[in-house]
């Protein structure tokens, strides 16, 4: 492989990292107008794919003092530092539970490389973690799309504090608008898990948590300034007293932006955008066995785009979640769960009319029982699904009912989970998923899982002007292996997966049944494709000690196949390579950081017809402590001034200069 053999080729007291040889497909996006984004279907369908070029090697040295040579033996799956044994996550099982004890695939961002994400968004970051590529249609605020593993966007179940995120509309959650600012954690589950949440989750879950408040009460301000005249203002504060909890943050993001769309029918002007966010999180602990919380997140997004030659084309962009939950512990090995919440996602664009609506309302009651080594679970759950958008203006739901089973012992690790949901229209559908890790030595551990899992058509695609309502739900069967090492500060590993997904959905334009529509375009949802998404990740971190200070020293490279089994095509919009390398240096106050990423070659288009040339970017970042409680931050991105594309005719920024100071007491 040229990429294996390049690496090999730098030099040990060097880092010259290959900006990577490229490859990669392309996917269809549906859009109400010609400006619109492409992702997956944004309302009418208007094409906006993209590709990457064929691995090309495109080197981007850094002056860095070690060499990241040293992470090709040592890869593993964290974010920008080695994950503690003692670390806990949710997301596998939906209940809290030792990171050293989770056979699935996970990934975990916390604070503080949020903290140093400057001013992307969060696809930005996500993009940086193992077995994740994103596409946008120009800079933060325009419709982006998430690939876990190569699946498409609507294919990843998205939950913030527990509340399910998606559209009725386009199918996934909107990624744009779910504003990075409010965010305190996130945890990626790579992998199907419909087993343990039911529709949707084909490639795999990201859990999202703002803020929870604890200890003193502790105010916080932040102001940034950047490059495309973009400024950034958020405060907040947090503590606990008396049995409360609370948690408050407030954010207020603008952009004149640049030019997104590059071709002479689109209007030259930039595209810029503004963010209004909050988010509120208030817990009260009744007694030491039971806990109320009650939270709610708000962002209203304005953003241009350009669909025509002249006008002022804006996405206006709304969320809205709120949820209540009660946890109660009423032994020493039996607790429950109960919550319930509300999801309201609303795109409108303007001068040219278009308006679709998606409420989710969802229910849950779990049950965990705890008997030494054994766990057993069992879930209810419900959800409501509405979609307005003229002239739909309709409901389904799904009641679900789980079952789950783990046993922790003498370096052996099961999980079982079988999942029975009724959906209102599709009728019954089951799931089952077994994950079984044996640990041979302290260090190493391998891991072997297979699941199924199923998606409903979106109430877009069966009752729009394009929708079919015979479409059947698009179901997968994942096979993975896994090896890991982990050892203090060290540690890697190596995930192959093959995640095969029949009666997938795609746009058929103007063929067979299809050829007559009464849309704008000629065409219709079918279930005419089926797609495997396989390949190998390798993640590794290791921290190199130098006479300065330790170098945390961290990266992933993913190979994979996301191809169409009918046409043996790429799928668009993602790449068959791309790797992250990074490193983190504290020397005195000040920590350094480098990230690169490095993609292949994808198409715009399902059918290879439209390349788009593999990139390498180089992004940097510094902060320290400058009083006693200010921090300062500067971040560069897109250092060498990188022109790409990940989706067609759409631009992406250049070098950006961000500079942030922030006020928290200590």
């Known amino acids: 492989m040229g ?61 860095v003092s070690a060499s990241l040579t040293v992470m090709v033996p040592a890869m593993a799956q964290t974010s920008d530092k080695s994950v503690s044994l003692k670390e806990t996550t949710i997301t596998a099982t939906r209940s809290e539970q030792p990171l050293s004890d989770v056979v699935a695939d996970v990934s975990i961002i916390d604070r503080a490389m949020l903290d140093r994400a400057g001013a992307g968004g969060l696809s930005d970051v996500l993009s940086r973690l193992p077995g994740i590529e994103m596409a946008r249609n120009g800079g933060p605020g325009n419709n982006t799309s998430v690939f876990l593993r190569g699946a498409e966007n609507r294919f990843t179940a998205v ?35 419909a087993a343990v949440y039911g529709s949707d989750a084909l490639g795999g879950v990201i859990q999202i948590f703002t803020k929870k408040g604890e200890g003193a009460f502790s105010p916080v301000i932040g102001i940034g300034v950047g490059r495309y005249g973009t400024h950034k203002v958020d405060a907040g504060f947090s503590g606990s007293q008396a049995g409360f909890d609370y948690a408050l943050g407030l954010a207020d993001e603008k952009s004149t932006g640049f030019n997104a769309r590059t071709i002479a029918s689109a209007n030259p002007d930039n595209d810029g955008y503004r963010s209004k966010s909050a988010s509120a999180r208030l817990g009260f602990q009744i007694n030491p066995d039971h806990r109320i919380e009650a939270t709610g997140l708000y962002n209203d997004l304005n953003s241009q785009y350009d669909s025509s030659k002249t006008l002022d084309d804006r996405n206006l962009n709304k969320l809205q979640n709120l949820g209540l939950q009660w946890s109660a512990k009423w032994s020493d090995v039996y607790t429950t769960r109960l919550s319930v919440n509300e999801s309201t996602s609303r795109y409108e ?29 069992a879930t209810l759950e419900q959800r409501v699904d509405r979609l307005d958008n003229a002239p739909i203006g309709k409901d389904r739901s799904q009641n679900g009912v789980a079952l789950g089973y783990g046993f922790v012992q003498s370096g052996h690790t099961l999980q079982l989970n079988v999942r029975r949901d009724q959906d209102s229209e599709f009728g019954g559908k089951s799931t089952g998923s077994a994950a079984y890790a044996y640990a041979f030595t302290p260090q190493w551990r391998a891991t072997a899982s297979a699941g199924t899992a199923f998606r409903v058509p979106t109430l877009y695609q069966r009752f729009s002007q394009y929708g079919v309502a015979s479409l059947k739900p698009e179901s997968s069967r994942n096979l993975e292996l896994g090896l890991r090492y982990a050892e203090g500060s060290t540690s890697a590993s190596v995930v192959a997966y093959r995640n095969t997904v029949s009666n997938l959905i795609t746009f058929v334009n103007g063929a067979g049944p299809c050829a007559a529509g009464t849309g704008s375009f000629p065409g219709c949802y079918s279930n005419t494709a089926r797609a495997e998404y396989s390949g190998v990740t390798l993640a590794g971190a290791y921290r190199l000690p130098t006479a300065l200070g330790p170098v945390d020293l961290r990266g992933s490279l993913d190979v994979q196949d996301p191809r169409d089994l009918d046409t043996g095509k790429q799928l668009a919009r993602r790449a068959r390579q791309h790797a992250v390398l990074g490193a983190d240096w504290r020397v005195g106050t000040w920590l350094l950081g480098v990230d690169t990423l490095l993609s292949g070659k994808r198409y715009s288009s399902a059918g290879e017809t439209v390349p788009m040339g593999g990139y390498g970017l180089l992004n940097l970042n510094a902060s320290t402590r400058v009083a006693k409680d200010w921090t300062l931050l500067a971040r560069l991105d897109n250092a060498t001034g990188k022109v790409y594309e990940t989706a067609s005719t759409y631009a992406n920024p250049g070098r950006s200069l961000y500079v942030a100071a922030k006020w928290a007491p200590q």
């Open 3 to 63: 990429f294996l053999n390049a690496l090999a080729r730098i030099p040990a007291n060097k880092v010259m990292v290959p900006a990577l040889i490229c490859d990669q497909e392309q996917v269809l996006s549906l859009r109400p107008s010609t400006g619109g984004e492409a992702s997956e279907g944004n309302g009418l369908p208007i094409f906006a794919m993209k590709t990457l070029n064929s691995w090309r090697l495109c080197a981007v040295p850094l002056a």
């Open 159 to 193: 939950f913030i504090d527990g509340i399910r995120v998606d559209s009725q509309s386009t199918g996934g959650a909107p990624w744009e608008v779910i504003p990075l600012s409010q965010i305190d954690r996130v945890e990626v589950l790579r992998g199907p898990a």
């Open 349 to 377: 664009t303007t001068p040219s009319p278009y308006l679709t609506q998606t409420k989710l309302r969802g229910a849950l009651f779990q049950n965990d029982l705890r008997l030494g080594a054994h766990r057993l679970s």
